[in-house]
Nanobody
Framework: QVQLLESGGGLVQAGGSLTLSCAAS????????IGWFRQAPGKEREFVASINWSGRTTDIAVSVKGRFTTSRDNAENTAYLQMNSLKPDDTARYYCAAKPDSGSDFLVATYDYWGRGTQVAVSS
């Protein structure tokens, strides 16, 4: 059974930082792209970042570029989302997802597996 477990969310002041983790089990982690998405109340789930199987290729949404980075440790079956200079607009539930290393990284529908998410709240 595939499981993705996010952790590291919480409440932080604007300008602060958080590091989210995504621990995977039940799949060949090193052959999957990991995507990060977020969903705020009343809004659609949106792409934040992705990292390919090797970690050599990442994509970052324009809205967070320069502030967020993503990385992975295949030996630990874990991916990370480093979030710096957080803004109130970053408040959302953050999800990690996994898909084979093909197809669009930006679309919710291309991901096969999802975690339950971790809540991030940024106060002004």
């Amino acid at each position: 059974q595939v499981q993705l477990l996010e952790s590291g969310g919480g409440l932080v002041q604007a300008g602060g930082s958080l590091t989210l983790s995504c621990a995977a089990s039940g799949l060949t982690f090193s052959s999957h792209t990991i995507g990060w998405f977020r969903q705020a109340p009343g809004k659609e789930r949106e792409f934040v970042a992705s990292i390919n199987w090797s970690g050599r290729t990442t994509d970052i949404a324009v809205s967070v570029k320069g502030r967020f980075t993503t990385s992975r440790d295949n030996a630990e079956n874990t991916a990370y989302l480093q979030m710096n200079s957080l803004k109130p607009d970053d408040t959302a539930r953050y999800y990690c997802a996994a898909k084979p290393d093909s197809g669009s990284d930006f679309l919710v529908a291309t991901y096969d597996y999802w975690g339950r998410g971790t809540q991030v709240a940024v106060s002004s």
